[in-house]
């Protein structure tokens, strides 16, 4: 398949490695996170571990939007789908990250709420189109990637008149929380694998400041695994030099301006919330969006009131430390035991871009062989 | 044929005797004296029972329906133990409301199936329940075959050593029937792949009699199966990303939909696992047989305490291929 086979030529890929294996200093150890969930998943799916040397070790970042929304938001949406008369339309993955007390979307759904899984928020408008009856509340989540759509799903609501078509704002910011990471100082990195389809919307110039203020270089990448590989490489070129400065290997997709139409929707659409509360990070802020005013019609947040309970989180779940990537997976008391995909008890586990569904998937033979 | 099923199509009444007399039985046969069961005649050896429930949506999809499909599983199903089947039940529950015409098109091609497949259709039942209890039909089927003399296909049976093959493209129904009945297009002129496979197996097992393990990997995909296998025989199984036949349109639609195709379900494929030095001579068999054209050589059985399956990615990684975790969950980002 053109496009795809390309990105994973096997002899470019031990180029790559062998290449990776010459740069690295004898004696030194190279922490890189890789901020995308979609990395997260190359790495694992392609076995990319088994590639690079020990002294590299790949950090696994918060860049899953199910694993950082925090238990409160969870709970909101199962309220949403049970205490009013609404059919709620979520993106898939979401449909199994474990609320307080263990309850999900899942379980809602079988307990008679109208939850529909959907491929994109178009497909909710859709809905809401067809049953004019309904309110229709679309779960909107995810970084700057799917929040274009969204502004574009509410516009075409506007614009038709759609009174029944309302959206649940969960929207989050790649900077802000590169930001947290790095200002919490608990975990080590020398170095970004930066967003890759994150980047095709703000562009480059939102991380010049990990690189100028922070000393952390970023090489914007693909989720191909050459495209990870060569960011690899790129990385250790620029801790070897002492170098810190953002990279963009990703120019098939990646431009310095990023996508100015859709930055223009989300700033018209769109406002900053003061703070916001993510899974592992706690509250941030300047780190997510709301509907702006003007379109608060279509803010279901102020459409429904909802009787949240106090949020519970499983004390023994180590998701926020998974997700600042001070713990890897395996380090969790309930990693495989009984968290597992089939039976997740942490928002990692969940999605297949979470660092602890990718590692129990894909990796865990290697726990096996070496414990 | 006009009209639409009923609830007299299943209360034991005169319409019920009709329908059985003008649609099921026209088109199976009537399997000789009207009992209420069938006796069968059945060549010396081990008998092989199956049953399979069939519940999918569409009813018609490009490359079956569910009336084939409720043939070829359970026909496959015997073929996956080493036998020949020869013959099915099927119970139907209809949903009122269901056009005749369909349940016709179902019944004719189930038929078609059965012929195709060297096996009759010798009892059956029929049910009906009210709208919206139903999706249109279901379909059970209950097969019998027989094993041959010298043939002992187990699944417990896998050694270090062993390969691993499959005897066509992977994928093929899943991908073909969740596009069509998700209305996604992929440009492409993609069917299912279901089909009986107990033609294919008898020409294995007259060229290799000692087969260790047949299995067709439906639902849950080759990862299922190859799991199975590799619990059942208490081994692990390594197999190459690259030697895995697989059509560029399912590895489309996969990349797509962020699905991964040895997760994929098969409707007309097989794995079978035998001893290393006769691999070779099996698969070129395969390859001789028209529904195994092309089959390959995808890996070998490994010593492994975890019982893991395992793959090398084209780029000399190792994964592990694990079963599916609930639904399918396409990426978001």
Not at chain 1, 108 to 117: Q, S, V
Not at chain 1, 138 to 156: D, S
């Amino acid at each position: 398949m053109k496009y795809i086979d390309d990105f994973r030529d096997p002899d470019l890929a031990q180029g790559l490695a062998r290449a990776i294996r010459a740069a690295v200093a004898p004696g030194r150890t190279y922490r890189f996170m890789e901020f995308c969930g979609g990395h997260t998943h190359a790495i694992a799916r392609f076995g990319l571990e088994d590639l690079l040397p020990d002294s590299i070790r790949m950090i696994h970042g918060p860049g899953c939007p199910v694993c950082v929304l925090p238990v409160a938001r969870v709970d909101a949406a199962i309220a949403l789908a049970t205490q009013h008369d609404v059919i709620l339309c979520t993106y898939a993955d979401l449909m199994r990250v474990p609320g307080s007390g263990f309850r999900s979307l899942t379980k809602a759904r079988a307990n008679g709420a109208d939850i529909r899984m959907v491929y994109s928020v178009m497909d909710a408008l859709a809905v809401a189109r067809a049953h004019p009856d309904w309110q229709v509340v679309f779960f909107a989540i995810g970084f700057e990637t799917t929040t274009p759509p969204t502004a574009v799903a509410v516009k075409q609501a506007a614009a038709e008149g759609l009174e029944n078509f309302t959206v649940h704002c969960n929207h989050v910011l790649t900077p802000a929380a590169m930001r947290a990471i790095l200002a919490g100082g608990t975990t080590q990195i020398d170095g970004f694998v930066g967003p890759s389809h994150v980047s095709a919307v703000i562009g480059t110039a939102p991380y010049d400041e990990f690189a100028r203020d922070h000393g952390k270089p970023v090489v914007i990448t693909g989720f191909e695994p050459l495209d990870v590989m060569q960011a690899v490489l790129h990385l250790v070129h620029q801790v070897n030099a002492g170098r810190c400065v953002v990279e963009n290997q990703y120019a098939r997709v990646v431009t310095a301006p990023g996508n100015a139409i859709a930055q223009a929707l989300m700033a018209e659409l769109f406002t900053l919330r003061d703070r916001f509360e993510w899974r592992g990070l706690g509250w941030v802020p300047n780190s997510a969006l709301r509907l702006a005013d003007a379109y608060a019609a279509f803010d279901a947040e102020a459409r429904f009131a909802l009787d949240l309970p106090r949020p519970t989180e499983n004390k023994a779940c180590a998701c926020g430390d998974v997700l600042r990537g001070v713990k890897r997976p395996e380090d969790c008391g309930l990693y495989g035991d009984p968290c597992t995909p089939e039976n997740p008890l942490g928002a990692c586990m969940v999605s297949s871009e979470g660092a602890c569904a990718a590692d129990w998937t894909y990796g865990r033979f290697r726990r096996k062989a070496a414990g | 044929m006009s009209g639409h099923v009923d609830m007299s199509h299943g209360a034991g009444g005169r319409a019920m005797a009709r329908l059985i007399d003008t649609l099921f039985l026209k088109a199976f046969g009537s399997g000789g004296a009207p009992h209420d069961a069938a006796t069968l005649d059945l060549p010396p050896g081990r008998v092989v029972v199956s049953t399979d429930g069939f519940v999918i949506a569409p009813l018609f999809f490009p490359g079956g329906d569910i009336g084939s499909l409720a043939v070829h599983g359970t026909v496959n199903d015997i073929a996956m133990g080493g036998a020949v089947p020869h013959a099915l039940t099927a119970g139907f529950i209809l949903e009122e409301g269901l056009p005749l015409a369909d349940l016709n098109r179902i019944v004719t091609s189930m038929a078609q199936a059965a012929r195709d497949a060297g096996v009759t259709i010798v009892a059956g039942d029929t049910k009906v329940v009210e709208r919206g209890k139903g999706d249109g039909v279901f379909i059970t089927t209950t097969g019998v075959g027989v094993v041959p003399a010298g043939v002992t296909i187990d699944p417990t049976s896998a050694q270090v050593g062993d390969a691993v093959i499959v005897s066509g493209t992977l994928g093929d129904h899943g991908v073909a029937v969740m596009a069509h009945r998700e209305g996604l297009e992929f440009g492409t002129d993609l069917v299912s792949d279901a089909c009986n496979l107990n033609g294919l197996v008898g020409a294995m097992l007259t060229k290799v009699p000692d087969i260790r393990v047949l299995r067709d990997p439906t639902r849950g995909g080759l990862a299922a199966a190859l799991n199975e296998i590799a619990q059942a025989s208490r081994v692990g199984i390594e197999i190459n990303e690259t030697a895995l036949p697989l059509r560029p349109q399912v590895r489309g639609a996969c990349e797509l939909l962020g699905l991964d195709p040895l997760h994929v379900a098969n409707e007309g494929k097989l794995v079978a696992i035998c001893a290393p030095e006769r691999a070779e001579a099996l698969l070129s068999v395969m390859q001789a047989h028209d529904k195994g054209r092309d089959a390959a050589i995808i890996g070998h059985v490994i010593d492994d305490p975890s019982h893991f399956l395992r793959m090398v990615t084209p780029l000399g990684g190792t994964r592990m291929v694990d079963w599916i975790a609930g639904e399918q969950l396409p990426r978001i980002c």
